[in-house]
């Protein structure tokens, strides 16, 4: 099959992140990946929920939003709570984030990573993980600069994708139109060793073989490299070195 934006089976959409988009967070990015756009943004807290206190260790979370209009049709705000995709996907961003980070080195705070999509194309939630990181970066740079901590508590780099097949075919990084016909459909969350974070997976119709999870994983890994390569160029074009 030929992808509607002409990539190879294993390419990625183009993608860019843009550093502290935005004024007053301690850190911000702006991911893209073709028409999928979001915007993340760490900000830091001197305290940490009621359950971790007095354990000398910090604490990292997340919040997922789609903006009324990042969608073909206006999708409705969450007056009422965050709804059961939304948290969902929200605590995956937290947990992948947290991966990253030596908690006690990160001393008695929180830092929460807000992504909020502007434009929805497929791939928004491992757009937020691989943009929420180099916010958090940038977050955490922040607390060295003013003398806050210690040690450097970032332990590894994170970065996530999407892959799956779609008319029987192996593809990387998908659309909103690939994903929504996909027979399998895998979100990949990965650290620059190689090591996984997490991974979640679907057949949408008839079960997968082994050999075929396999070839999705060193697809996603093809992917990961590059996006982790796009991060070190944004963070050290903002003088933070990895």
Same mark, same amino acid.
């Given at each position: 099959?030929?992808?509607?934006?002409?990539?190879?089976?294993?390419?990625?959409?183009?993608?860019?992140?843009?550093?502290?988009?935005?004024?007053? &967070?301690? /850190?911000?990015? @702006?991911?893209?990946? /073709?028409?999928?756009? $979001? %915007?993340?943004?760490?900000?830091?807290?001197?305290?940490?929920?009621? +359950? %971790?206190?007095?354990?000398?260790?910090? +604490?990292?979370?997340?919040?997922?939003?789609? @903006?009324?209009?990042?969608?073909?049709? !206006?999708? !409705?705000?969450?007056?009422?709570?965050?709804?059961?995709?939304?948290?969902?996907?929200?605590?995956?961003?937290?947990?992948?984030? *947290?991966?990253?980070?030596?908690?006690? &080195?990160?001393?008695?705070?929180?830092?929460?990573?807000?992504?909020?999509?502007?434009?929805?194309?497929?791939?928004?939630?491992?757009?937020?993980?691989?943009? /929420?990181?180099?916010?958090?970066? %940038?977050?955490?740079?922040? @607390?060295?600069?003013?003398?806050?901590? &210690?040690? +450097?508590?970032?332990? !590894? *780099?994170?970065?996530?994708?999407? $892959?799956?097949?779609?008319?029987?075919?192996?593809?990387?990084?998908?659309?909103?139109?690939?994903?929504?016909?996909?027979?399998?459909?895998?979100? $990949?969350?990965?650290?620059?060793?190689?090591?996984?974070?997490?991974?979640?997976?679907?057949?949408?119709?008839?079960?997968?073989?082994?050999?075929?999870?396999?070839?999705? %994983?060193?697809?996603?890994?093809?992917?990961?490299?590059?996006?982790?390569?796009?991060?070190?160029?944004?963070?050290?074009?903002?003088?933070?070195?990895?």
């Amino acid at each position: 099959m030929e992808r509607l934006d002409r990539r190879r089976p294993d390419e990625l959409r183009p993608v860019s992140i843009t550093t502290s988009p935005l004024a007053y &967070a301690e /850190g911000s990015a @702006l991911i893209r990946l /073709g028409d999928t756009q $979001v %915007l993340c943004a760490a900000s830091i807290e001197e305290q940490v929920p009621s +359950w %971790l206190r007095g354990q000398d260790q910090g +604490w990292v979370t997340a919040e997922y939003n789609l @903006l009324p209009r990042s969608t073909l049709t !206006r999708t !409705r705000r969450e007056r009422n709570g965050a709804g059961g995709r939304t948290l969902e996907i929200q605590r995956l961003v937290g947990r992948a984030l *947290r991966a990253a980070v030596d908690l006690q &080195a990160l001393g008695e705070r929180t830092i929460t990573i807000d992504c909020d999509v502007i434009q929805a194309d497929g791939g928004t939630r491992t757009a937020s993980i691989t943009g /929420g990181f180099v916010a958090l970066c %940038l977050a955490l740079n922040h @607390l060295q600069r003013e003398g806050l901590m &210690a040690t +450097w508590p970032l332990q !590894r *780099r994170i970065a996530a994708v999407s $892959v799956g097949i779609v008319a029987g075919i192996p593809l990387l990084d998908l659309t909103y139109n690939e994903d929504s016909g996909a027979e399998i459909d895998l979100n $990949v969350v990965q650290t620059q060793a190689g090591e996984y974070v997490e991974i979640q997976g679907t057949a949408e119709g008839q079960p997968f073989a082994r050999r075929t999870l396999l070839e999705l %994983l060193d697809l996603a890994g093809t992917g990961i490299a590059l996006l982790l390569q796009e991060q070190e160029r944004a963070l050290s074009a903002a003088g933070v070195m990895l």
